[in-house]
């Protein structure tokens, strides 16, 4: 089925370890996004990218790094793990009008 | 950052009960939409608003883009123990970003 995938679904952490979180869509969507959520703040915006090649930041960008080399791929960095990152990951895409498509989410923790 | 004020933050109801929930921010937007997100899974798109008075249904959910701007509302009608999770709307302002801003959700609760 057509979506997008977010791999892997749980991981725990050390404090400075590092990681990638990958998200893959198939929906040929221009935009992708990546959110963290935790309790109480809804979905908070980290990075996102318009295009291939392109990325930018949101409202929650510092500990994290992002790429976009193929249009369907987004990776989410994370170079030195803190427990201030523990949440719910999710990547999102979408064309330019529409709402966003969500994948479900990676667990992580940081211990 | 910009934000949207959802109430209410949860609710219980009876089965068979109708919901309603609403969004306000402070700017105006040009898109309203509303997801539905089960445990474990991310936000599901229910209804998409594009412009204001726009009332659209989806089964026993509608909603409607508030004449302001700012706000919308999302109602139930006889809603199902299958209705329980977490509800959340999302807009985009005029500036013209692709960008949405989420709010903090309403988590449902249907006792049988």
């Known amino acids: 089925n057509a979506g997008v995938t977010q791999t892997p679904k749980f991981r725990v952490l050390k404090t400075g370890q590092s990681m990638t979180l990958l998200c893959a869509q198939d929906?040929?969507?221009?935009?992708m996004y990546w959110y963290r959520q935790d309790p109480g703040m809804g979905l908070r915006l980290i990075h996102y990218?318009?295009?291939?090649?392109?990325?930018a930041k949101g409202e929650v960008p510092d500990g994290y790094n992002v790429s976009r080399l193929k249009k369907q791929n987004f990776l989410l960095g994370l170079e030195s793990a803190a427990p201030s990152q523990t949440s719910v990951y999710f990547c999102?895409?979408?064309?330019?009008?529409?709402?966003?498509?969500f994948g479900s989410g990676t667990r992580l923790t940081v211990v | 950052g910009q934000q949207l004020n959802q109430s209410p933050q949860s609710m219980f109801i009876q089965e068979g009960e109708d919901v309603s929930m609403n969004c306000t921010s402070s700017?105006?937007?040009?898109?309203w939409l509303w997801y539905k997100q089960d445990p474990g899974e991310g936000p599901v798109l229910l209804i998409a608003?594009?412009?204001?008075?726009e009332l659209t249904s989806n089964g026993r959910l509608t909603a409607q883009f508030g004449i302001t701007r700012k706000d919308s509302f999302l109602n139930i009608s006889a809603s199902i123990p299958s209705d329980v999770g977490i509800y959340f709307c999302?807009?985009?302002?005029?500036?013209?970003?692709?960008?949405?801003?989420f709010g903090t959700g309403t988590r449902l609760k249907v006792l049988a």
């Open positions: 999102a895409s979408s064309p330019d009008r529409a709402g966003y498509t």
């Open positions: 929906m040929n969507h221009e935009y």
């Open positions: 990218s318009v295009g291939e090649g392109t990325t």
């Open positions: 700017s105006i937007f040009n898109t």
């Open positions: 608003l594009y412009k204001a008075g």
């Open positions: 999302a807009g985009r302002d005029i500036s013209g970003t692709y960008k949405y801003i």
